[in-house]
T-cell receptor
Framework: EAGVAQSPRYKIIEKRQSVAFWCNPI?????LYWYQQILGQGPKLLIQ????????DSQLPKDRFSAERLKGVDSTLKIQPAKLEDSAVYLC????????????FGPGTRLLVL | GEDVEQSLFLSVREGDSSVINCTYT??????LYWYKQEPGAGLQLLTY?????DMKQDQRLTVLLNKKDKHLSLRIADTQTGDSAIYFC???????????FGSGTRLSIRP
């Protein structure tokens, strides 16, 4: 079984530029999560999708971050414009259902904002 | 509030047992997890325990849960160099159906 795929693996941009990350969850997983992991910290949930609907985006800085999962499979996370403090690893995870199922993580996208 | 706390570092000698401790806040958590993160990699689920259990053993891993004290521990027997990683404790925050992670414990192995 293929795992969660993410791209790109690394991205370096200047502040005020835009960036987008892509995630392909495990086939059949209804729930998809985006996490932000700042160096030295644990992952922090940004947004959770159940199929193509948003379940929780309370921690998403909506003035600059957006995410979508149009067909209930792949998802993109966008930052526009980026700030220095957005430098982090962005992890995507998926689970069969929400809450009661194990989350499987992708390798992450490491973002550096200069 | 939501909070999961862990010590930041642990150093053990190869072949000894490692014990990583964690405290959490949500007494109604259903699941508690241990994840492992190696450099440059995503999080790998090591094991999890249901809140109605006190202990779970899986090969070299033993998880102990003290619900009264909201304390979770992970014991790795016969620690090997391949166990070097950051270990994250996480609880399912049941009121919001989301997982809250600790800051991670960096385990280093000395010869």
């Amino acid at each position: 079984e293929a795992g969660v795929a993410q791209s790109p693996r690394y991205k370096i941009i200047e502040k005020r530029q835009s960036v987008a990350f892509w995630c392909n969850p495990i086939s059949g997983h209804a729930t998809l999560y985006w996490y932000q992991q700042i160096l030295g910290q644990g992952p922090k949930l940004l947004i959770q999708f159940q199929n193509n609907g948003v379940v929780d985006d309370s921690q998403l800085p909506k003035d600059r971050f957006s995410a979508e999962r149009l067909k209930g499979v792949d998802s993109t996370l966008k930052i526009q414009p980026a700030k220095l403090e957005d430098s982090a690893v962005y992890l995507c995870a998926s689970s069969l259902v929400a809450g009661e199922e194990t989350q499987y993580f992708g390798p992450g996208t490491r973002l550096l904002v200069l | 509030g939501e909070d999961v706390e862990q010590s930041l570092f642990l150093s053990v000698r190869e072949g000894d047992s490692s014990v990583i401790n964690c405290t959490y806040t949500d007494s109604s958590s259903t699941y508690l997890y241990w994840y492992k993160q190696e450099p440059g990699a995503g999080l790998q689920l090591l094991t999890y325990i249901f809140s109605n259990m006190d202990m779970k053993q899986d090969q070299r891993l033993t998880v102990l849960l003290n619900k009264k004290d909201k304390h979770l521990s992970l014991r790795i027997a016969d620690t090997q160099t391949g166990d070097s990683a950051i270990y994250f404790c996480a609880e399912e925050y049941s009121s919001a159906s989301k997982i809250i992670f600790g800051s991670g414990t960096r385990l280093s192995i000395r010869p």
